[in-house]
């Protein structure tokens, strides 16, 4: 198992970010890494997610910093030449997919069906991406998907929670989940990097709370 997708595990929930402007990339590292979640999934829907993970990467070498909503072998390039570790896509793209195992770069891809799943172990992958969880069924259809694959595992994102993380994380069929709840954008926007702290910490108590 490649010592990326270890490290997802052991973490547990991974802060799925959206930065509109790189200077508050610094702040939310330092935030994250206090809290006990020092990963971040730099998602590539801003102009400022490049930037975003290369001064995450410079400034928390330590920390784990993936590019999420990757959606072409160009920004899979962009975020690597970052410092990505790591790279996730919301859907099954096979050129995005093959360019990162050829590449030996760590992606999840996202899955909704047995096809998908099934393209995923073509390749020789074991941990995908369930989205949008909620929307698609959550826990219940994850583990209905799970019962034919007893060698794959599941990161869902999409309408986790709080409220929900924990039952996600007693599965022993989910790898890690994603979830933005500690880390919304509008949180990042007005600087209140006390509250995203004070949810990052609750987020990496429950993980070691269910995860003993």
Known sequence: MNQVLVKLRKIGIIPVVVLDNAKDAEALGKELMKGGLPAAEVTFRTDAAEESIRIMEDKFPDML???GTVLSV???????DAGAKFIVSPGFNPDVVRYCVSHDIPITPGIQTPTEIEMALDY???VVKFFPAEPAGGLKMIKALASPYPNTYFMPTGGISATNVREYLACNRIWACGGSWMVKKD???SGNFDKIYSLVTEASGIVKEIRK
């Open 65 to 67: 910093v993936g590019a």
């Open 74 to 80: 160009e920004q899979v390039k962009r975020a690597t």
């Open 124 to 126: 020789g992958l074991t």
């Open 187 to 189: 949180m990042i926007n």
